[in-house]
């Protein structure tokens, strides 16, 4: 009686145990097939950028991650246009899942190495740093950027960068996949440079650019919002290039504390010092009837922006 018993336990515990065993199996072809292709694809994405004129080098792609996910490791990576700039790490991972090869997430072993040339040889490090690109039904594809705690140094210590969070996201429009959609959001900026530190505690970007054929490309900057120096910096409105290369166009401000944002604007090198003790002066009488704010049109042209007649940058020329 006791066996007899058993008898259904057993038959039970046998065919749920050829069920796991033929869907591991079957998972495992999915992920097999799927490494392939992945191997196949990023061999032909490398191929396609260096027709393009770039120099893509890499070690042979090594897969791992069955059975969770699928990842793609690349030792010895480096990209290059060739000319201006050089990307490279010991390993960059490339992950994804078998089913979903349209979904990429790259990260990278730290320290990257940055060559920028005649900018310097620059290192990065970053905490839970990834990038993102998937399709997406509505906006045809997706691009976000995101890092936890991250430093960027130069070689020879001339200037370094850090944030505590960093988060951009670009996207086609849903409505009209010719506008593009940015968001960028920073904490806890710093620039070390020149033995000056700049110190930017939040840092936060809507910005929309869509290509205008009497103008070429339009940049409307849906809301910007820098907390800097002690100062705070809200702007709205449309920019494009002028013949010459620089931003053009008028932008709606409000700016607290006009004088630590004049601070601000001559330490990164926007102005000089004089210009920058000019712009303060100036700026400081300005916003006493608004409280300590002021509030007006910001006027880029010929190369400079300009409030309330007070030359506030000189604007640097767009490539």
């Known amino acids: 009686m006791r066996n007899a018993a058993l008898k259904p336990s057993r ?66 990576a480096a990209i290059s246009d060739g000319r201006n700039w050089r990307w490279s790490a010991a390993t960059l991972n490339i992950d994804t899942l078998p089913y979903a090869l349209d979904r990429l997430t790259f990260s990278a072993a730290n320290p990257q190495t940055l060559d920028l040339g005649a900018h310097g ?29 991250g430093v960027l140094s130069r070689a020879d210590g001339g200037a370094a960068l850090s944030a505590e969070k960093f988060l951009l996201s670009i996207a086609p429009a ?19 440079r020149a033995g000056e530190t700049i ?17 070429g490309r339009e940049i409307s900057l849906k809301h910007v919002s820098i907390e800097a120096e002690g100062a705070r910096l809200l702007l ?3 920019l494009r290039v002028d013949a010459n290369g620089f931003p053009e166009g008028v932008l709606q401000a409000e700016i607290t504390d006009p004088a630590g944002l004049a601070a601000l604007l001559g330490k990164t090198g926007a102005l000089s010092p004089g210009e920058a003790d000019q712009a303060a002066a ?3 009488l300005a916003a ?3 409280g300590g704010k002021l509030k007006g049109p910001i006027e880029l042209k010929n190369g400079a922006a300009r409030i309330a007649g007070v030359k506030i940058a000189d604007l640097p020329k767009l490539d």
Do not use: C
């Open 11 to 76: 038959v039970v515990s046998w065919t749920l145990t050829t069920l796991a065993l033929v869907v591991l199996a079957a998972w495992f072809f999915v992920w097999r097939t799927g490494a392939e292709t992945m191997r196949r694809s990023i061999d032909a994405w490398a191929e396609d950028q260096r027709a393009a004129g770039f120099s893509v080098v890499y070690n042979d792609v090594r897969t791992t991650g069955f059975p969770f996910f699928l990842r793609g490791e690349l030792e010895n």
């Open 288 to 290: 006493i009837a608004g």
């Open 236 to 238: 709205q409105g449309k």
């Open 282 to 284: 100036a700026l400081t």
């Open 199 to 215: 110190d930017a505690p939040h840092i936060e970007a809507f910005v929309e650019t869509e290509e205008r054929a009497a103008h």
């Open 121 to 149: 040889l620059w290192s990065l490090a970053t905490e839970r740093g990834r990038v993102s690109i998937e399709s997406d039904k509505a906006r045809d594809w997706t691009f976000t950027a995101e890092s936890g705690p």
């Open 174 to 192: 849903a409505t009209d996949l010719r506008r593009i959609e940015a968001s960028l959001i920073v904490d806890k900026f710093a620039l070390v």
